[in-house]
């Protein structure tokens, strides 16, 4: 045990050791490293999704709380169903990964459960303290939660984890979007998760630039269950969001920031699991060969693109859901995942460019291009 005024050198610190931090802690080998954070796994526990290719399950599997091969948006005119035979959308327990994260870790001494203070930034590096030690690390990667602008796009939501009184009749179905609910205070649908036929996690999400009361989503879920004459027997659990859509600032950018804080969250849609893991395997591989630079997460095409897409948003916040029917009706079920992830080719850009209001599409994109954002 080191004296708290000993200076304890280490090659790589990892602030923050979330969906990101612990991501990449598992995958280093060789080198000096320590991960700092405060909470526990059970305090950080949320449902994380997405698109998983069959490769990535068996990896995942100790966190996965449920994946399904079909999925469907609906509003009041028309349902999009989709059946796709190359990803499944599955369900992460953030605690269950995390936990299985660090059972992961090459020593179980490189996890600081310690919040980090104190922080002076010298090239890459830095010193600082955590639990009263004090610490020199020659290279900083740092997630911790970056700064959003109160006034931009956000992705919003309560959901609540419940068990019904009675079945549903399907549950082999994910509800990406339900709309046929109240939107006069911007785009707001209903997300299910139905993990068996009597056990769902149901989201109020809404995207606009305005929070709401907590209670708001919370009648609007009830409303949702009401209407289609569903009775809860118990309540599991509750989880409550917010994920930027713009442009965030990280809390320190001359270092290298990893994560959500390295702009890893996909702009329109708040889906980032699959692109951090994708990011920290490539970190991991480059610091092996002496590069510690971080990659920028998403091309700059796509950033432009997704960008177009939020300002045609919150230009015409009533062409919300067209918007959204209008994307996933242009696709099958893999150009969707595809799309979700990232990595769309050109063929599915051009249909949902095609498929969307072309006035609003081109008027976003002329601002998009004139701004300096
Ligand atoms: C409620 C919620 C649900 C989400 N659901 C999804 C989803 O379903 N699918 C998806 O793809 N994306 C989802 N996202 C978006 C994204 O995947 C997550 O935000 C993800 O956790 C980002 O990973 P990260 O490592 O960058 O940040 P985090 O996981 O937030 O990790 C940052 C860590 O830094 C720690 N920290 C803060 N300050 C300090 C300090 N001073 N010292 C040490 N540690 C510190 C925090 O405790 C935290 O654990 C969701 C986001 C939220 C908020």
Not at 237 to 262: C, F, H, L, R, W
Not at 295 to 305: D, H, I, Q, T, V
Not at 330 to 341: E, G, I, P, T, V
Request: charged letters at 25%; aromatic letters at 10%.
């Amino acid at each position: 045990m080191s004296s708290p005024d000993e200076i304890i050198d280490i090659d790589i610190a990892i602030i923050g050791g979330g969906s990101a931090g612990m991501a990449l802690a598992t995958k280093i080998d060789g080198v000096s490293t320590k991960i700092f954070e405060p909470k526990t796994v059970a305090e950080r526990d949320c449902s994380w999704a997405l698109w998983a290719h069959p490769s990535q399950l068996n990896e995942l599997r100790p966190a996965i709380r449920g994946s399904w091969d079909q999925w469907r948006l609906i509003d009041y005119d028309s349902e999009v169903f989709h059946h796709s035979h190359a990803y499944r959308y599955t369900s992460l327990s953030a605690a269950k990964y995390l936990q299985h994260c660090e059972t992961m870790l090459k020593k179980p001494d490189m996890m600081v459960r310690a919040s980090v203070e104190n922080i002076f930034f010298e090239g890459g590096g830095a010193r600082f303290s955590a639990n009263g030690q004090n610490y020199c690390a020659q290279t900083i990667y740092d997630s911790r939660p970056p700064v959003s602008k109160s006034d931009s796009l956000r992705q919003h939501f309560m959901g609540w984890e419940v068990m019904l009184k009675e079945p549903i009749d399907d549950a082999s179905v994910v509800t990406l979007m339900d709309f046929r609910v109240d939107q006069s205070r911007g785009l707001h649908f209903i997300y299910v998760l139905p993990y068996s036929d009597r056990h769902l996690l149901i989201e109020s999400t809404m995207i606009s630039a305005q929070l709401e009361d907590k209670d708001w989503y919370r009648d609007a879920i009830k409303k949702w269950l009401t209407d289609r004459k569903l009775e809860v027997e118990s309540q599991l659990s509750e989880e409550y969001g917010v994920i930027p859509m713009d442009t965030v600032e990280p809390q320190n950018s001359k270092v290298n920031n990893i994560g959500a804080a390295g702009g890893a969250v996909r702009l329109s849609s708040g889906y980032a699991f699959s692109t951090i893991q994708a990011q920290m395997s490539l970190l991991a591989a480059s610091i092996t060969q002496g590069d510690r630079e971080v990659e920028r997460p998403f091309s700059k095409g796509l950033m432009f693109l997704d960008k177009v897409f939020n300002r045609a948003l919150s230009a015409q916040v009533d062409q919300g859901v067209s918007l959204f029917m209008a994307t996933a009706k242009a696709l099958n079920a893999d150009q969707f995942s595809q799309f979700m992830l990232g990595k769309a080719g050109l063929v599915a850009w051009a249909r949902v460019i095609l498929a969307m209001p072309k006035w609003a599409f081109i008027k976003s994109a002329l601002r998009q291009l004139f701004s300096h954002d």
